[in-house]
């Protein structure tokens, strides 16, 4: 008899390993300095108000913000495996590309490799939700309109939620946005936290 308590209770034990990635309902965030409070408080950062609104609206949720300052589509591919086997997400926030794209990098990569992020977070379990950007005019309409195109065909593609710009209603705002016109200031955040928002929630059910 002994015997066999211990065996159930070894059993119960792996059990509750085995269940415990799936416990936590989590969003991971991969992404760049948009989404890594680039000089401004973490606090006031979008992805911290992401969680604060999850913890008042939809409990149950936490938020794992793996995003970089600088980070782009390749190293961002490179780091998503480990990510993935680690938080075990139902949902990533993919939002990358603006530094890919203000570098001039091939818009073919860009794809690549976010299809490549695409792919993985849906073979691991996970819902996916695309972060488009815009760049500044300068880079001419043939590139920003392929950088629309890429977000745009990935999203048609594999079939996951898009929010087409990240900035909508914030980047041409000068009140809102820091010196270097391309990061937002803290009285910016909210916005772009609403502009996720909308096609986040469908995918918390």
Known sequence: MRRFLCLLVLLCGIGVLQAAP???KSVLVLGDSLSAAHNIPVES?????????LNDMEPGWTVVNASISGETSLS?????????????PRIVILELGANDGLQGLPLAKLRDNLAAMIDAAQHA???VLLLGIEL?????????DGLRAVYAGLAQEKHVALLPFLL???ALNPALMQDDG???????EPIVLDNV?????????
């Open 22 to 24: 799936n416990a936590t």
């Open 45 to 53: 950062g979008w992805v911290h108000l992401l969680e604060v609104r």
């Open 197 to 205: 928002w909308q096609p986040l929630k469908s995918l918390l059910h």
């Open 76 to 88: 961002g591919r490179s780091r998503l495996p480990a990510l993935l086997g680690q938080q075990h």
């Open 168 to 170: 909508e209603g914030v």
């Open 136 to 144: 500044p005019v300068n880079y001419g309409p043939q590139y920003r």
């Open 125 to 127: 379990g996970a819902k």
């Open 182 to 188: 391309l990061h937002p200031l803290a009285a910016g």
